[in-house]
């Protein structure tokens, strides 16, 4: 039997609250037994494992003990994502008597059946922020006049759903489904029927009109309704750019515009539940729309104020390796900045879609008594946040929640560019958002979000969610074969200095190797599967193809030799590695 399969049996998981029993009722485990300690969500679980126990096996543990799903656990220890499930915890220095922090990353996102008693279904994605009021809203759109907002009242588990109740509040199963079954009356009964909840709604009469002020969910300012909301002007939002003298890009400016009109509206920002950072979800004015999303630097993992519990970093590093606590607005910034549309780099006041379809993004300053203040909030200077600004991108979820085989080979290949490029250390799957062009119907279109562990000082903690999809096995297309080609690192490199971020030494070296990588291996007609296997270490300890090229080249220098003479001694390695290989 496994050992994943040993953690999933309660009996044996049984055994394992009792040190020793696991070894002799199941036979020889290798590594010693040890007891951990599981901090989620302000509590303390014990928990006996192996040392020699899988990444994987541990969070399928914590699966069949505590019910959250492994795809939602993220577990940290000493500063550093437990991200390699296939290695061990002892090759992450875990050992007896280790706290480990699980941070849960819960959907914002509820699926919301509705049936109808004809049998008519509606199918929605709905956010789990957005209240009881908000879902009758919604049940009204979808049937046009058959039902009626007022006519709808909704029970759940017994009890009525008041309209300013949270999605989270009577539904707090990530994955659980609520069906909705209309009926002709005002009554309405709900039961849980497994994970899923039926509610039976009866509606009456279904011609009345829709009540005007329904159509608005709770907090929204009506400028025809005085006194329903007051304006407010206790918050701040403005752009933090180096040169004052550079106008920004139109549509910069009106996400900065539109944020700030949402929160002198009075629609306060709400925190994602996923995601081990603080990133709030900013609406428009009329607290219908999301329109931006604010990532603030003390709020990033292992900082200051970071609303999961996670630590505080004890050396500057922040969860991946090669990068630092305080640094992810820059460099969410920085891969917008180097996202160069078809053409080339974008003009300073062009915001043009780039290759990869990184939203639009911009560090600002704000300060809203939204965000996480432990100490407690006051409207002063010293409260001010900064952080990234990004635009929200509409959404049916993320590659995470949906099989990859469906995803267009050319979404994923432009994913695949930017991530070898960035040596992005932080490519899972719930990174990228899926959308459909124009419409239910429409094509597939994948968009990378979440860039603050990009451009790293090394290539330790690199992996591609992406590289185990079909679709990056197929050859890169002629047209992106052109686009890496006109990619030049150094011009990179120079303007990102022009927008205020002079790259570190280490992290410029990644952005210059990584890119003679991607252009190297698409002029031989590699795959990105290929090309990407390079960047990304098998095992924890095992190090990656690029690390052994990189110290392969360093070596054959003299000390002391300068920055082109370690590209050249780099171009030739790689050269030498990458003609051993065959075409994709
Ligand atoms: N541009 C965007 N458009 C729409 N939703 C977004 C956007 N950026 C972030 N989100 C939502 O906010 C959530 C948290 O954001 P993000 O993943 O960037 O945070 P994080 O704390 O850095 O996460 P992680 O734990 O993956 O490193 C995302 O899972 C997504 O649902």
Redesign the pocket.
Known sequence: MSLAGVALSPVQEESLNFPGSAISRYGPRSGDPILIYLSVAGSMMPMHITESDSIASVKLRIQSVQGFFVKRQ?LVFGGRELARNNSRVCDYGVADGNILHLVL?LS?LQGIIVRTACGKEFEFQVERSRNVGYVKQQIAKKGGRLLDLKEQELVCDGEELEDQQLIYDFCRNTDAVIHLLVRKSAKVRAKPVQKHFEVLIDASDMDEPANALNDYPLGTLLPGYPGIKQQRKDFLLEALNADRDIKLPCVLEELIRSTGQGLESGNDPIR?S????G?YLMKDCSGQKYIS?F?PIDEEPLAVNNPRGLPLSTTGEGLKKGTRVGEGALREVAAFILDHPRGGPRSSNSAEKGFSGV?PTIIVKCLHRGFNYPEGYEYSSANIKIGSL????K?HG?CEDMGPCTFPVDEVHKISVLDIRLANA?R?A??I?ISREEGEDGDIVLTP??H?YCLPENFEDCTFDWLYWPQARHPYSPETIDYIKSLDAEQDIQLLKSHGWELPTECACTLRISTMLLKKGAEKGLSPFTIGRIMCRVTLKEESVIELIVREAQEALLPGASEASFLESLSMVMDQYLNGLSAT
């Open positions: 993220k990353r914002d994602s996923e995601g081990s950072g990133a999303v990532k939203p990004q635009m929200f991108v959404n993320s932080d899972h719930g990174n958002l979000i979440d603050g």
